[in-house]
Nanobody
Framework: QVQLVESGGGSVQAGGSLRLSCVAS????????VRWFRQPPGKEREFVGA????????DYTDSVKGRFTISRDNANNTVYLQMNSLKPEDTAVYYC????????????WGPGTQVTVSS
């Protein structure tokens, strides 16, 4: 099975940028669709965006459209979340999750990385 680890989180001022990475090990990530989620402090975890196993399709929640971009480098077993024009409300723990291309459930999760945006 695949193991996922996120990195790239940190503290940034509003308007800044960060790029998160989700690195897979154990199996090739090209067999998996990947989603990014986030959990703001004191709130439920929420969907941020998704990329298909082939990289041919992406989807985003409305609040990040035009600011966040998901891409993948299957050769390096990595999915990225480029976050631009960050806002304080983007502060959260960010998680990547994966499912095999034929599966329904996102069964594999990373431990998360903290993103803090100050005003």
């Amino acid at each position: 099975q695949v193991q996922l680890v996120e990195s790239g989180g940190g503290s940034v001022q509003a308007g800044g940028s960060l790029r998160l990475s989700c690195v897979a090990s154990g199996r090739t990530l090209s067999d998996y669709a990947v989603r990014w989620f986030r959990q703001p402090p004191g709130k439920e975890r929420e969907f941020v965006g998704a990329i298909s196993w082939s990289g041919g399709g992406t989807d985003y929640t409305d609040s990040v459209k035009g600011r966040f971009t998901i891409s993948r480098d299957n050769a390096n077993n990595t999915v990225y979340l480029q976050m631009n024009s960050l806002k304080p409300e983007d502060t959260a723990v960010y998680y990547c999750a994966a499912r095999l291309y034929y599966a329904v459930q996102y069964a594999y999760w990373g431990p998360g990385t903290q993103v803090t945006v100050s005003s």
